[in-house]
């Protein structure tokens, strides 16, 4: 509502690591809920953990994600758990 009522103000929000994830999740819903806010919501997200697919679900939202190449929380799903267990079960 706030956004709404000053013409040409942009929304950014922020986060890391879980809070990232809790901000593409409030970017997409926000922007599905005010589609005619969407072009100026943007979320700058560190070290986010996959939150929501498919991607076109962000889709008018501007979702900037920012990911180092060692970190493990932006890869993290129910398949990567399953797949580590499988090995470390195997190699015991």
């Known amino acids: 509502?706030?956004?709404?009522?000053?013409?040409?103000a942009e929304l950014v929000i922020t986060g890391h690591s879980l809070g990232a994830g809790v901000a593409c999740l409030?970017?997409?819903?926000?922007?599905?809920e005010?589609?005619?806010l969407?072009?100026?919501?943007?979320?700058f997200a560190f070290?986010?953990?996959p939150v929501f697919a498919p991607l076109?679900?962000?889709?008018?939202?501007?979702v900037r994600a920012f990911l180092h190449?060692?970190?493990c929380v932006p890869f993290l799903s129910v398949d990567a758990?399953?797949?580590?267990?499988?090995t470390l079960h195997i190699s015991v």
Do not use: I, N, Q, Y
């Open 34 to 36: 005010e589609e005619a």
């Open 56 to 62: 076109s679900a962000a889709r008018g939202v501007e």
């Open 1 to 8: 509502r706030a956004l709404g009522a000053r013409p040409g």
């Open 26 to 32: 409030l970017a997409v819903l926000l922007a599905k």
């Open 47 to 49: 070290a986010p953990p």
């Open 69 to 71: 190449g060692e970190d």
């Open 38 to 43: 969407a072009a100026r919501v943007r979320c």
């Open 81 to 86: 758990g399953r797949r580590r267990l499988l």
